[in-house]
């Protein structure tokens, strides 16, 4: 309110729309970048589509998937 700054919301009244992707951002920062030093645009590109390609989409425990990995999940699903 000092700065006359106004949360983002996708919807008239709920502060929580954007929570998951907050979330996940906030776990990028932590995990994979805070820390480094990127010596071109491109590594840090590549470090960051590894993180979420191969880590946090691949073994990651996600809530809407019942506490498993998308892996696990699939692979229990599947069988």
């Given at each position: ?11 008239k ?23 480094e030093?990127?010596?071109s ?18 073994w ?6 019942g ?13």
């Open positions: 309110k000092r700065h006359n700054l106004r949360g983002s919301m996708s919807a009244g709920c502060c929580y729309d954007n929570a998951c992707v907050e979330s996940f951002f906030h776990s990028l920062k932590v995990e994979c970048i805070h820390g030093h990127f010596i645009r491109e590594i840090m590109r590549a470090t960051v589509f590894n993180y979420i390609e191969c880590d946090y989409n691949r990651r425990r996600h809530s809407w998937c506490g498993l990995s998308p892996e696990q999940f699939e692979n229990k699903n599947l069988a």
